[in-house]
């Protein structure tokens, strides 16, 4: 949607959808997909347990458990567009896990092009698959906003 202004006798086009405020990082969210039920657990993010064995089915979430599913949740402008070329309103994410053979980064991926709604919110998400037998730690980057989140995972051979 344009908008057009006269002013001093010059044509000003502005769009209304741009984002002039600030995009930021508001939560990382982790989520087991339980293998049985077809279900997510409950957030485990910055949880201070280890979950062992999770895709045998011991421990917490009660049944085998391999994939997680990881959610980034943005605040912007209300009913807003961010950017998807300009480098600061793009989010840079990096999965790292750390087994018994050492860390590895299992995604590096990044994110633009955001719609926020009438609360200013936006979500991207996206599926670790066989993630539930080493420690993750989720980093997410955008502009001067930085989140990072951990949560345990281990497993007996």
């Known amino acids: 949607m344009y908008r057009s202004l006269l002013a001093g006798g010059f044509l000003i086009i502005a769009c209304s959808t741009d984002v002039?405020?600030?995009?930021?990082?508001?939560?990382?969210?982790?989520?087991l997909f339980k293998e049985r039920s077809g279900s997510l657990s409950e957030n485990v993010a910055g949880s201070r347990k280890t979950f062992v064995n999770t895709p045998?089915?011991?421990?917490?979430?009660?049944?085998?458990?391999?994939?997680?599913?990881?959610?980034?949740?943005?605040?912007?402008?209300?009913?807003?567009?961010?950017?998807?070329?300009?480098?600061?309103d793009m989010a840079s994410v990096t999965v790292t896990q750390v087994a018994k053979t050492g860390p590895r980064v299992l995604l590096k991926r990044a994110y633009g092009g955001f719609q926020f709604g009438e609360d200013g919110k936006s979500?991207?998400?996206?599926?670790?698959?066989?993630?539930?037998?080493?420690?993750?730690?989720?980093?997410?980057?955008?502009?001067?906003?930085?989140?990072?989140?951990?949560?345990?995972?281990?497993?007996?051979?």
């Open 56 to 88: 045998k089915g011991e421990g917490d979430i009660g049944e085998p458990a391999e994939a997680v599913l990881v959610t980034l949740a943005f605040t912007g402008p209300k009913n807003g567009r961010a950017s998807d070329k300009i480098a600061r």
């Open 20 to 31: 002039s405020a600030q995009v930021a990082i508001d939560d990382i969210r982790l989520q």
């Open 123 to 157: 979500h991207k998400a996206f599926l670790l698959d066989s993630a539930t037998c080493g420690a993750l730690e989720v980093d997410v980057r955008l502009g001067r906003s930085r989140k990072t989140t951990k949560v345990n995972f281990a497993c007996d051979d």
